[in-house]
């Protein structure tokens, strides 16, 4: 262990003062080891402290998901299929029907041109299109609500 210069001049001056300053100097040292042993103790202690707390996420403390920033770990145990995903080629599928007479029927009114922004309160409409949602609720029934959205032909407006 090389000792630097400051501490080498310490101990030759503390040598060129005698006999008695030099043990006085070694008698101070194993307090100083002590002292120092203390505070390397107290500096793992914190720095274990502080690891900990590092590496605390959602999944193991009770931080919030929002807390674990952008380096949270996805854990992925689904195995890579050769398939792609989705419905399959040549799979039938199904859909609901509508129905001709639903429980609910919405009225979406078109008020102004999706271009323009022109009011087209005063315009007839010409037709309108048909959405159906189907919901399950509580109750063992299933309502049908209909949306329907006034189509307007812009070309009745007078300019």
Same mark, same amino acid.
């Given at each position: 262990?090389?000792? /630097?210069?400051?501490?080498?001049?310490?101990?030759? /001056?503390? =040598?060129?003062?005698?006999?008695?300053?030099?043990?006085?100097?070694?008698?101070? @040292?194993?307090?100083?080891?002590?002292?120092?042993?203390?505070?390397?103790?107290?500096?793992?202690?914190?720095?274990?402290?502080?690891?900990?707390?590092?590496?605390? *996420?959602?999944?193991?403390?009770?931080?919030?998901?929002?807390? *674990?920033? @952008?380096?949270?770990?996805?854990?992925?145990?689904?195995?890579?299929? *050769?398939?792609?995903?989705?419905?399959?080629?040549?799979?039938?599928?199904?859909? @609901?029907?509508?129905?001709?007479?639903?429980? =609910?029927?919405?009225?979406?009114?078109?008020?102004?041109? #999706?271009?323009?922004?022109? #009011?087209?309160?005063?315009?007839?409409?010409?037709?309108?299109?048909?959405?159906?949602?189907? /919901? @399950?609720?509580?109750?063992?029934?299933?309502?049908?609500?209909?949306?329907?959205?006034?189509?307007?032909?812009?070309?009745?407006?007078?300019?």
């Amino acid at each position: 262990m090389e000792i /630097d210069a400051r501490a080498r001049r310490m101990i030759v /001056d503390t =040598y060129n003062q005698g006999l008695k300053a030099m043990v006085e100097f070694i008698g101070v @040292l194993p307090a100083e080891i002590e002292e120092m042993k203390q505070i390397i103790q107290k500096q793992e202690e914190r720095i274990i402290t502080i690891e900990r707390q590092i590496n605390k *996420d959602s999944h193991n403390s009770n931080k919030p998901p929002f807390s *674990d920033g @952008l380096n949270r770990k996805i854990r992925d145990n689904r195995e890579k299929s *050769d398939r792609a995903s989705g419905g399959q080629e040549g799979h039938p599928g199904t859909t @609901l029907q509508m129905v001709k007479e639903p429980d =609910y029927i919405v009225v979406h009114p078109v008020t102004q041109c #999706s271009c323009c922004s022109r #009011s087209l309160e005063r315009v007839a409409s010409t037709r309108h299109e048909r959405r159906q949602v189907f /919901d @399950l609720p509580t109750t063992i029934r299933i309502e049908v609500t209909e949306h329907r959205q006034k189509a307007k032909n812009v070309r009745n407006v007078a300019a």
